[in-house]
Every structure is written in structure tokens, then in C-alpha cells.
């Protein structure tokens, strides 16, 4: 039986530099392997697995998908060489990292984490040093993001090594679910959904930027991305409201201005409508735990699930068709309406859960189960994209 190592390696060697053929995978098994725990405590009686829940799924679901994208955009952004020989060992980590959360060695686990955020940085740091395009603005979000999520991996792994406690509680977490996703997901959203959907004018910010016009552009965007780093500053210092509502509205502005959410898209198929969709719980989630702070975990819910994951799908099987070879119509076989429903299944499940006191493990599993059908039918149906590689011009 091949090792992690040997797998990942033959398989960047074999098909070239794209990442994401090896960490997009990885993160739909993180998408599995993060929800089964909720079955597991119905089932076998498994302890409470909510902290290594929301682990596997920060630290493994959506490390793994950020990692894949920005190693398979940053050489192409910036016009540099491949990322072949970083991408077997940015797996390895998050290998390393699930089997540690697994097992129940938290410092290990958010090491891994640090390290393999860390490498990803760097990675990415060093392709923008030699770089011979400027990248598009957008990339000071990502920038920001890994920051927050190096500081968040970090802070997890001080209160997990000895006596020292975060400033607030899941602060660490926070900063990585809330920013080290957040951020990336309204800077490249803004690049990409609007163009995806074909809404009207999708890289205009109206009154403030043409598509073109990078100073604008860039002061917004510095200026937006350090104030969403101050939320969590915020929270450390004590002031639980502030950050929250922050976030909220920088997450609002970007949506409805630059995204432009308020307009249909003009590609109607269930691809373009499970995104569209997305952005619009990536924002209800925020506010939601805004309003309702003692439904904070259930209302993040909207974001994390209905936001994130939705987002993540879409995404996710856009690169996988067109780097695949197909052109973007062959998306919708990837992304059907029966994986679309299952999402909103989830969602909708893990809601009713929030409420539903005795019952609520019951419905957590609901949730869980039709979470991990619907990544388990995108991972199959992406598995030809995924190993067989576009002809080269």
C-alpha cells in the first residue's frame, strides 16, 4: 500500500503542477470525515465531538480547498514556476494534522496546522517576490487571511500546549473560521463570482473603481482587510460586540457592492445559483451571530455551511472542470440539483437542531449525513477531472 507521501508525490509528478488534484481531494474527505462524528455520537455513543468537529473542518475541510486554490492560482497570478515540490508536503500536513485531531493530540494537530499554513504562505510569499505580473488587488484578502489563520493555528496551539488561555474564548478558531476563510472568500469571490455568474458590469465597483483602475481598487481593499483584522483584535480586547458587527458589515459592503448580489446572475444553472446563494448566507450567518450572540454557534451555521460550503462546491468544481479540459457547462455535472439540495437539507437540518433540545442530536446527524452524501457524490463525480489533466496547447 503507498504511503501519503508516495501517493501525493506520483501524483503531481504524474499529472503536473495543479494542487488542487491533490488537496481538493483531500478536503471533500475532510468534508466526510468532519460530519461523521455527529452520526458517531448517535450511533456508538461517541463523546461530545463538537471542538473536533469544528477542527476537522476549519483546520482540514478548509485548509485543504484554500491551500489547492491559491497554490494552483498564485504561479499563474504572478507568472512564476510551478509549486510541484511544496504540494506534497502541504498534503503531508494536513495528513499528519486529521490523524493527530483524530487521535485526540490537540498540540500536535494545530502544529501541523501552524506549519502547513506556514509552507502555504511562503509558497505563496515567494512566487509574489520573483513575480512577473502584478497580481490582481484582490490578493491583499488572501494575504490577510493566512495571516489571521497562522495567528489563530498559533493561539490554538499555546492554550493546547500548556496553561496559558486564549484572550477569548475560541478566539483561535474564530480567527481562522472568520478570517483565514473570510477574507479570501470576499477578495477572490469578488474576482471571481461575479464573472462566473455573468452578472452585468462584474468588475465594476460602482462609484469607486472601473475594472481596470488598480489604485482605487487597492486602497479599498487594504483599507477593508486591515479593518476585518482589527475585529478579532476587538475581541481579544473584550469588546464582543464590535467585532462581530464588524465583520458583519465589512462582509455586507463587499457582498452587495463588489459582488453585487443584489442582481440575478445571467448564467442560470444550478452552479451559478448554489454560488449566488452562498455569498448571500456568507452574509445572513454573520449578521445572524451579530444579533442572536447566544445562537452564535448555530447561527454561524448560515455562513459556515450555507455560505462556505456552498461557495467551496461551486468553486471548487468550476477549477476542477475547465483545468479538467471541459468548459465551464460541465460544471452542472458536477454540481447537480441533487447535491445542490442535499447542501440545503444540511442547513436546514443543523437549524432545526439549534432548537430542538432532547432531539437535537438526532437532527445533527441528519444534517451530517446529508452533508457528507452530497461531498462523497461530488468527489465521485469529479474524479475524472480530478486524475485526468487538460491537453496542453
Given at each position: 500500500?503507498?504511503?501519503?507521501?508516495?501517493?501525493?508525490?506520483?501524483?503531481?509528478?504524474?499529472?503536473g503542477?495543479?494542487?488542487y488534484?491533490?488537496?481538493?481531494?483531500l478536503?471533500?474527505?475532510?468534508?466526510?470525515?468532519?460530519?461523521?462524528?455527529?452520526?458517531?455520537?448517535?450511533?456508538?455513543?461517541?463523546?461530545?465531538?463538537g471542538p473536533?468537529h469544528?477542527?476537522?473542518?476549519?483546520?482540514?475541510?478548509?485548509?485543504?480547498?484554500?491551500?489547492?486554490?491559491?497554490?494552483?492560482v498564485?504561479?499563474?497570478?504572478?507568472?512564476?514556476?510551478?509549486?510541484?515540490?511544496?504540494?506534497?508536503?502541504?498534503?503531508?500536513?494536513?495528513?499528519?494534522?486529521?490523524?493527530?485531531?483524530?487521535?485526540?493530540?490537540?498540540?500536535?494537530?494545530?502544529a501541523?496546522?501552524f506549519?502547513?499554513?506556514?509552507?502555504?504562505?511562503?509558497?505563496?510569499?515567494?512566487?509574489?517576490?520573483?513575480?512577473?505580473?502584478?497580481?490582481?488587488?484582490e490578493?491583499?484578502?488572501a494575504v490577510?487571511?493566512?495571516a489571521?489563520?497562522?495567528?489563530?493555528?498559533?493561539?490554538?496551539?499555546?492554550?493546547?500546549?500548556?496553561?496559558?488561555?486564549?484572550p477569548?474564548?475560541?478566539?483561535?478558531?474564530?480567527?481562522?473560521?472568520?478570517?483565514?476563510?473570510?477574507?479570501?472568500?470576499?477578495?477572490?469571490?469578488?474576482?471571481?463570482?461575479?464573472?462566473?455568474?455573468?452578472?452585468?458590469?462584474?468588475?465594476?465597483?460602482?462609484?469607486?473603481?472601473?475594472?481596470?483602475?488598480?489604485p482605487?481598487?487597492?486602497a479599498?481593499?487594504?483599507?477593508?482587510?486591515?479593518?476585518?483584522?482589527?475585529?478579532?483584535?476587538?475581541?481579544?480586547?473584550?469588546?464582543?460586540?464590535?467585532?462581530?458587527?464588524?465583520?458583519a458589515?465589512?462582509?455586507?459592503?463587499?457582498?452587495v457592492?463588489?459582488?453585487?448580489?443584489?442582481?440575478?446572475?445571467?448564467?442560470?444553472?444550478?452552479?451559478?445559483f448554489?454560488?449566488?446563494?452562498?455569498?448571500?448566507f456568507?452574509?445572513?450567518?454573520?449578521?445572524?451571530?451579530?444579533?442572536?450572540?447566544?445562537?452564535?454557534?448555530?447561527?454561524?451555521?448560515l455562513?459556515?455551511?450555507?455560505?462556505?460550503?456552498?461557495?467551496?462546491?461551486?468553486?471548487?468544481?468550476?477549477?476542477?472542470?475547465?483545468?479538467?479540459?471541459?468548459?465551464?457547462?460541465?460544471?452542472?455535472?458536477?454540481?447537480?440539483?441533487?447535491?445542490a439540495?442535499?447542501?440545503v437539507?444540511a442547513?436546514?437540518?443543523?437549524?432545526v437542531?439549534?432548537?430542538?433540545?432532547?432531539?437535537?442530536?438526532?437532527?445533527?446527524a441528519?444534517?451530517?449525513?446529508?452533508?457528507?452524501?452530497?461531498?462523497?457524490?461530488?468527489?465521485?463525480?469529479?474524479?475524472s477531472?480530478?486524475?485526468?489533466?487538460?491537453p496542453?496547447?
Open positions: 500500500m503507498r504511503s501519503p507521501w508516495s501517493w501525493c508525490a506520483a501524483l503531481t509528478e504524474a499529472r503542477p495543479e494542487p488534484r491533490v488537496l481538493f481531494p478536503g471533500a474527505a475532510f468534508a466526510i470525515l468532519g460530519a461523521s462524528v455527529w452520526p458517531l455520537r448517535l450511533w456508538v455513543g461517541m463523546p461530545y465531538p473536533l469544528a477542527s476537522l473542518m476549519i483546520e482540514g475541510f478548509e485548509i485543504s480547498f484554500v491551500s489547492g486554490f491559491l497554490l494552483t498564485a504561479p499563474r497570478m504572478t507568472r512564476t514556476d510551478s509549486v510541484r515540490r511544496e504540494v506534497p508536503w502541504v498534503a503531508l500536513g494536513v495528513i499528519l494534522f486529521g490523524a493527530a485531531a483524530w487521535l485526540g493530540f490537540a498540540a500536535v494537530a494545530h501541523c496546522a506549519l502547513t499554513l506556514g509552507l502555504v504562505a511562503f509558497t505563496v510569499a515567494g512566487r509574489f517576490a520573483r513575480r512577473a505580473n502584478d497580481p490582481p488587488e490578493v491583499v484578502f490577510v487571511g493566512l489571521l489563520g497562522l495567528v489563530g493555528a498559533a493561539l490554538q496551539l499555546a492554550a493546547a500546549v500548556g496553561p496559558w488561555i486564549e477569548a474564548p475560541r478566539l483561535g478558531l474564530r480567527m481562522m473560521s472568520l478570517g483565514m476563510v473570510l477574507s479570501p472568500v470576499m477578495g477572490f469571490g469578488a474576482l471571481l463570482v461575479p464573472v462566473f455568474l455573468e452578472i452585468k458590469d462584474p468588475l465594476l465597483i460602482p462609484k469607486i473603481a472601473h475594472p481596470h483602475e488598480r482605487a481598487r487597492r479599498l481593499y487594504a483599507t477593508l482587510a486591515a479593518l476585518l483584522a482589527i475585529t478579532f483584535l476587538a475581541d481579544a480586547l473584550g469588546a464582543p460586540m464590535i467585532g462581530p458587527f464588524g465583520r458589515l465589512i462582509a455586507t459592503f463587499m457582498l457592492w463588489v459582488w453585487k448580489l443584489w442582481r440575478l446572475p445571467g448564467r442560470r444553472t444550478v452552479p451559478a448554489v454560488m449566488w446563494s452562498a455569498g448571500w456568507v452574509g445572513l450567518g454573520l449578521w445572524a451571530a451579530a444579533l442572536l450572540p447566544e445562537h452564535e454557534i448555530g447561527a454561524l451555521h455562513t459556515l455551511l450555507g455560505g462556505y460550503g456552498a461557495l467551496t462546491m461551486g468553486i471548487a468544481s468550476r477549477v476542477v472542470v475547465t483545468h479538467g479540459g471541459h468548459g465551464p457547462d460541465a460544471e452542472a455535472r458536477v454540481l447537480t440539483p441533487m447535491r439540495a442535499l447542501l437539507l442547513l436546514v437540518t443543523r437549524l437542531a439549534e432548537g430542538a433540545g432532547a432531539a437535537a442530536p438526532m437532527w445533527l441528519v444534517s451530517a449525513l446529508a452533508w457528507m452524501v452530497a461531498w462523497l457524490q461530488w468527489l465521485l463525480a469529479a474524479r477531472s480530478l486524475v485526468r489533466a487538460a496542453k496547447p
